[in-house]
């Protein structure tokens, strides 16, 4: 990797899996590295915790991985981490009731589209899944595309809903290459690593320890400007507004959506249908997909416990991020009696809310022209963060392979 000789001191700011990945590539490569992490933990967007019943750490918020997330499932392999994958159910909350919706078969099963726009559908799924070329689909919205090909009742009955509930008030301004990226790269059968993200995060970590690498929690950076004289290169993979903050530097605004996700610990099975993902398209339901990870990952890992998350992706100046825990518990209670009538609040052992504030990144047309670059207008000085991963949407997958790429650059350069 890289042509330079010389051994460089390198700092990394962020111990998500961008900075982990970039941490473990350069450490392996020769370079001495040093981590700055503003939490307890790595892992970023996909840190876990754990309850003292449990065996498993648990996400903050729900992950796995897709069959054709190579990047990280070589770095596992690599690194000695195992990972399993099953195919779990995904269904959808429609007219008041569960219906699966996961394949071309239960596509025209469903029974809530006219037979005429289920055919439509499956035209304008397959014109995404097969087609390999994302850059056409970058000029004109997935609401346009969806509305064209799949027809005006798909938009409204299945999609609109989804897309309201995902990214509010830009749900019309999406690109169709986020659609398409989503369609074509996604599989049905999803992989989780052994003892879930934070195992994973802290295997990663012990690796690029290995390699000589330093990791500093409890270590927010505030100013940049302070590293750039004690280091060769530094590494920032903040969000841009954060990264703006600490290096005065400015970038054309680039919006973004927070998540909410309330975690319940309950003592028994939710989802009796066995979804593992249910999406909800009814949008006076306050909450977008309730996802019962136990229904993916066998409950002898947790106690013996079902753990349901219940999601929800809102600008972060949503009354929902102000909550506490038990506030969104009452609020949701209602809602959620509603998809399984048998549950009461006596159900839930524990619960917990977890807020991210810059989770996904809003990608509108013609957004490769929009990014941000790796390198800065300060020398050796690197961004690379969530809001560049493109076509793909962003997941740990893409953050490996970004931090892999700076890497590279910074050895480069
Ligand atoms: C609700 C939700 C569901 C998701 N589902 C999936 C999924 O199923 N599969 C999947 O692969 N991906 C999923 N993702 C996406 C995935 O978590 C992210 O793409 C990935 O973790 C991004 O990694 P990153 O390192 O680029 O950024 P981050 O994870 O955001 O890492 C940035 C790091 O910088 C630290 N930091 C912030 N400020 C400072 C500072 N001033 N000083 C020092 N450190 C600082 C943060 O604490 C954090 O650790 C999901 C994300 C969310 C929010």
């Not at 065996?55 to 070589?74: G, T």
């Not at 997909?289 to 100046?317: M, Q, R």
Request: hydrophobic share 40%.
């Amino acid at each position: 990797m890289g042509t330079q000789k010389k051994q460089l001191k390198i700092c990394i700011i962020g111990a998500g899996f961008t900075g982990l990945a970039a941490a473990y590539y350069l450490s392996k490569a020769g370079h001495l590295v040093e981590v700055f992490e503003k939490e307890s933990q790595p892992g970023g967007l996909a840190i876990g915790f754990q309850d003292p019943n449990w065996e498993w750490p648990l996400e903050q918020h729900y992950h796995h991985w897709f069959e054709s997330d190579w990047a990280i499932r070589n770095l596992a392999t690599e690194i000695g981490h195992s990972v399993t994958f099953t195919r779990p159910v995904t269904s959808t909350w429609i007219n008041g009731r569960i219906s699966q919706l996961d394949s071309p078969i239960s596509l025209l099963k469903f029974s809530h589209l006219s037979m005429e726009a289920r055919l439509r559908t499956a035209v304008g799924l397959a014109g995404l899944r097969f087609n390999p070329f994302w850059q056409p689909f970058e000029y004109f919205t997935a609401k346009s595309y969806i509305r064209a090909i799949m027809g005006e009742a798909s938009w409204k009955d299945l999609w609109e809903p989804l897309f309201v509930g995902k990214f509010d008030k830009y749900a019309g301004d999406i690109s169709a290459a986020w659609l398409w990226a989503r369609i074509y790269k996604r599989s049905p059968t999803l992989g989780y690593p052994e003892g879930g993200f934070l195992s994973f995060a802290k295997s990663l970590e012990l690796a690029a320890i290995n390699y000589g690498a330093k990791f500093y929690y409890h270590h927010p950076v505030s100013h940049i400007n302070e590293l750039l004289p004690q280091f060769d290169k530094v590494i920032c993979t903040l969000p841009t507004p954060l990264f703006e903050k600490i290096s005065g530097l400015t970038y054309p605004k680039l919006e973004g959506i927070g998540a909410v996700n309330l975690v319940l610990a309950l003592k028994h099975q939710f989802l009796t249908d066995g979804s593992y993902w249910l999406n909800i398209n009814d949008r006076k339901m306050p909450f977008l997909a309730v996802v019962e990870h136990t229904n993916f990952i066998e409950p002898k890992h947790y106690g013996g416990e079902h753990l349901l998350y219940v999601g929800n992706y809102l600008p972060s100046n949503h009354e929902f991020f102000r909550l506490s825990e038990n506030d969104l518990v009452q609020k949701f209670l209602p809602y959620l009696k509603m998809i399984s009538p048998k549950f009461t609040q006596s159900w839930i052992r524990k619960s917990w809310a977890f807020k991210a504030p810059f989770a996904q990144p809003i990608i509108t047309k013609n957004y490769s022209q929009l990014i941000p670059p790796l390198s800065t207008s300060i020398s050796n000085l690197y961004l690379a963060n969530i809001q560049q991963v493109y076509p793909w949407d962003r997941g740990t997958n893409y953050a490996v392979e970004l931090g892999r790429q700076v890497a590279d650059l910074c050895l480069k350069k």
